[in-house]
């Protein structure tokens, strides 16, 4: 494990190294954007080499992942020795901060609360397992397939780790391969919520917005519940939309360069270049982010345009835009075409398993994902289904990561809304030019074109525009009217940290035994469960996974194709130690032991309800023994496959009473339920009937309790007094492998003891 660790440190530092030495050797003009680049080349640097050395190589192994980082970050800095960089003029990004000291100290209260905020995250992915549903059905599953293959191929397990594009993921699988372990995945988050903040304070600056103003944007952004919720998951929402945002950023750098002095040649190179990198990541790791690619396109037509003199506008000025196209649609195709190319080849069509436009799929977004997570109260959709969300936030409820209800907070629609509508109006009444439109129009179209637009994960691109617009209107404020300035900062910033706290407490972290009764747990419940040995089987879903805990590490489980499991991740576990291999459903037990043979699976899961005589058959076959007993697998039990000729194949079950004991409130009735073997059966559901003398037995019966054996295959009733005689009988309510049974009467007479 210190060996993973250790490597881990060292790819991810020669990954910074690389990041460092591009990012001086592009000269870029300003602190935002020599941050912003920063972060975009580390991605493209690991998503690259995961792509060349892990797919085209198939090598996606630590020792081959760190000789091509430690390959990558020689050339860049041999390139720097041989080339040295110029000396850039130091950034006055810090001047003039005491200006409006109410900037200043709006800044620091939300940056305070924030990085509290995400420290808690932080706590959470550190010391509990994860617990997102889509992470653990295919976003963590993808990367588990990656590692146990060593190779970046396709996913046999759930189509959606499969068609999907996969950047973020690739992000999960670099801190799982060098390790072994998937449970620091969501740590590769902080890293990407910083740059989407850092994105949004660059907008508000490309719009000249203060700095100050800026950097409060930036924080709200951050500050939303539906970005921070979920930051210790692995969903992508808030991390490809960092990615996206990026992207507009730096697309839109090139006309402030050229008015700086910086040749229009190089500034298409260098802006161009890098918005191409940003859009192919955030277009490869979430489909909605296409819609970059004609927002981009129009920008940089309109910006060369604007750039190029009115006596120059003829066919001729052309060449810059051919330039400035195939810089940007290189990197694109580099970074973004990979997962929808490797879909169009295995399935045709390229957003399998969706029909979009001319491609034939299963059905659209609304039919395979809307329509079974649309919550009731925004099944109408349309505008009372955004009014219904946005306006939930302004009452206490629970924060869940995927943020069904608001999730945006409540200075969205009090504070930010009419900000950024009031930056609108300012920039249409100036009548200045500038990148407003292209923000603008990415974020409505991002809104409209989302299949649920009242669901806040959907349209972080959106709310992060209405931030840096915001901001703008801020910036207007404080040099007109500093009373409404300073009114708006406080809103912003009180809205904004009360909506935070009551994202956290409660946190959505649900203990199977008490969440259906008490709901999700308080801060402090979940900071005590954080150091609680065995918490991780206190939490769902892992707990029902608890029987994989007691096999082999290393061992080989098979998984029949349909019906599908409900999730992967945890049969892979979190350490990946259990290998999974998926099977076609077997139709006889043969077919099953020939297919156990052929993938070396020493142990299958089988759900008895799906797979009856193939689970049953496999309980009689003595080359099969049943591992779980009293807690399955969502319904599905363990089969272990070898030899074992000693073990009871009889499943006829038979349950008898073996105890009576006279005590002061009744009579104490002990029943045993044991297999054909006569062996206990542990955790077998035993119910008891009875019904007085005059009654007849078992026609009007009245059931009196209801328990479970314990490891003794022993469960005892206590029957209090009753005037006359009443007559008892127990019924073991059978399995999936045995029939029911039931005992011969008991009779219990007031005052004396139980008769036969």
């Not at 910083?194 to 709200?220: H, K, Q, S």
């Not at 979430?286 to 396109?297: A, H, I, Q, R």
């Not at 045709?348 to 299963?362: M, Q, Y």
């Not at 089988?606 to 049953?616: E, I, Q, S, T």
Request: glycine share 8%; net charge positive; charged share 15%.
């Amino acid at each position: 494990m210190l060996g993973g660790v250790l490597t881990l440190v060292l790819s991810s530092a020669l990954v910074c190294v690389t990041a460092v030495v591009v990012v001086r050797r592009l000269r870029l003009r300003g602190l935002l954007e020599r941050l912003v680049a920063f972060g975009v080349t580390g991605v493209a640097t690991v998503v690259a080499v995961s792509l060349v050395v892990g797919g085209l190589l198939r090598m996606y192994r630590p020792l081959p992942l760190l000789c091509a980082c430690a390959l990558i970050a020689a050339v860049a800095v041999a390139a720097e020795l041989r080339w040295p960089t110029p000396r850039r003029t130091t950034s006055r990004w810090a001047s003039g901060w005491r200006a409006r000291p109410w900037f200043t100290a709006a800044a620091g209260v939300l940056a305070l609360a924030v990085c509290g905020q995400y420290l808690w995250r932080l706590l959470l992915a550190v010391r509990l397992p994860a617990m997102d549903w889509d992470g653990l059905q295919y976003h963590l599953v993808a990367a588990d397939t990656w590692i146990q293959a060593g190779y970046v191929g396709h996913s046999p397990y759930t189509v959606w780790a499969d068609v999907y594009p996969l950047n973020i993921e690739l992000l999960f699988g670099w801190t799982g391969v060098f390790g072994h372990t998937m449970r620091y995945a969501p740590l590769v988050q902080f890293p990407l919520y910083l740059l989407g903040g850092i994105a949004v304070a660059g907008l508000a600056r490309r719009m000249d917005a203060g700095r100050r103003a800026a950097v409060v944007a930036g924080l709200v952004y951050l500050a939303m519940p539906a970005v921070f919720a979920q930051a210790s998951t692995s969903y992508i929402d808030a991390a490809s939309a960092a990615l996206a945002l990026s992207a507009l950023y730096l697309l839109t750098g090139l006309v402030p360069a050229r008015r700086a002095g910086v040749p229009l040649r190089r500034g298409i190179l260098v802006y161009i270049g890098l918005g191409g990198v940003a859009t192919g990541l955030a277009v490869g790791a979430k489909t909605p982010y296409l819609v970059l690619l004609p927002v981009g396109v129009a920008a940089l037509l309109v910006s060369l345009w604007r750039l190029t003199p009115p006596a120059e506008r003829r066919w001729t000025a052309w060449c810059p835009a051919v330039l400035a196209l195939v810089t940007a649609a290189v990197p694109v195709a580099a970074f973004g075409s990979f997962w929808y190319q490797r879909t169009w080849i295995a399935y045709g069509n390229p957003f399998h398993p969706f029909t979009l436009g001319p491609f034939a799929g299963e059905g659209t977004v609304q039919d395979l994902i809307m329509v079974h997570n649309t919550p009731p109260e925004m099944a109408g959709g349309g505008l009372s289904a955004i009014a219904a969300s946005w306006s939930s936030d302004f009452e206490r409820h629970v924060v869940q990561y995927d943020s069904r209800f608001g999730g945006l907070g409540m200075a969205w629609l009090t504070i930010i809304v009419p900000l950024a509508l009031a930056a609108i109006w300012l920039y249409i009444r100036s009548g200045r030019r500038g990148p407003l439109p292209v923000y603008l129009a990415a974020g409505v179209l991002t809104f409209v074109m989302s299949p649920a637009p009242w669901w806040a994960r959907y349209t972080l691109l959106t709310a992060a525009v209405g931030c840096a617009l915001a901001a703008v209107a801020l910036t207007r404020l404080a040099v007109e009217r500093r009373a409404a300035a300073v009114i708006c900062l406080a809103a912003l910033t009180g809205l904004s940290g009360l909506s935070m706290w009551w994202g956290t407490n409660p946190t959505f972290i649900c203990p199977v035994d008490t969440c259906d009764t008490e709901g999700p747990l308080t801060a402090r419940a979940t900071f005590d469960l954080m150091w609680r040995p065995g918490r991780a089987d206190r939490i769902w879903p892992w707990k029902h996974y608890t029987a994989l805990d007691q096999i082999p590490n290393g061992s080989t489980i098979a998984v029949p194709a349909e019906p599908e499991q409900r999730f992967f991740h945890p049969i892979f576990g979190a350490d990946l130690q259990r290998r999974v291999v998926v099977i076609d459903p077997p139709s006889t037990v043969d077919a099953l032991a020939e297919a156990m043979r052929a993938t070396g699976a020493r142990y299958v899961l089988l759900d008895p309800r799906m797979a009856h005589d193939v689970a049953v058959a496999a309980g009689r076959d003595p080359r099969f023994a049943v591992r779980t007993t009293d807690t399955r697998i969502y319904g599905a039990d363990l089969f272990e496959f070898g030899s074992f000729p000693d073990q009871c194949r009889h499943l006829a079950a038979d349950i008898r009473l073996t105890g009576t004991v006279r005590v002061e409130t009744g009579t104490k009735l002990t029943f045993t339920v044991t297999d054909g073997c006569q062996q206990p059966m542990p955790g077998a559901r035993v119910e008891l009937y009875g019904s007085d003398h005059d009654r007849h037995l078992p026609y009007d019966d009245v059931r009196t309790a209801r328990r479970t054996t314990g490891e003794d295959g022993r469960v005892t009733f206590t029957v209090g007094e009753k005037p006359g005689r009443w007559d008892y009988f127990a019924r073991y309510t059978g399995g999936n492998y045995d029939q029911p049974a039931v005992t011969p009467r008991v009779m219990v007479t007031s005052g004396t003891s139980a008769n036969r």
